[in-house]
Nanobody, 131 residues
């Protein structure tokens, strides 16, 4: 059973940086989509970044491309999201998701826009960007 635990959230001023971590357990990374999603109250969960572990392909939402980087450390069984040049609109509860990449990299690419692809989620970590 996949288990995911996020950490690293906090409050930061606009232009600042944060690193989110997602410790995973219960499975061995092989052919997976690993994702970061975020949600603000009253809105649907939104895909931020996805990593296809089979080839280390990365996919990003347009609003974060060039500012956020998703990465994986298999030795530490941890997924990261490095966020820089943060904006107030990045304020949200950030979730880590995992699933098997049934269709390889193209499956993971599509999963950026559909949270239904994911069957395992953490509880989230709050990121607040304000002055």
């Amino acid at each position: 059973q996949m288990q995911l635990v996020e950490s690293g959230g906090g409050s930061v001023q606009p232009g600042g940086s944060l690193r989110l971590s997602c410790k995973y357990s219960g499975f061995t990374i092989s052919n997976n989509c690993m994702a970061w999603y975020r949600q603000v109250p009253g809105k649907e969960r939104e895909g931020v970044a996805v990593l296809y572990t089979g080839a280390q392909d990365e996919y990003y939402h347009d609003s974060v491309n060039g500012r956020f980087t998703i990465s994986l450390d298999k030795a530490k069984t941890t997924l990261f999201l490095d966020m820089s040049r943060l904006k107030p609109e990045d304020t949200a509860l950030y979730y880590c998701g995992a699933t098997v990449a049934l269709g390889g990299t193209y499956y993971c690419a599509r999963s950026l826009r559909a949270q239904s692809y994911y069957n395992s989620w953490g509880r989230g970590t709050q990121v607040t960007v304000s002055t």
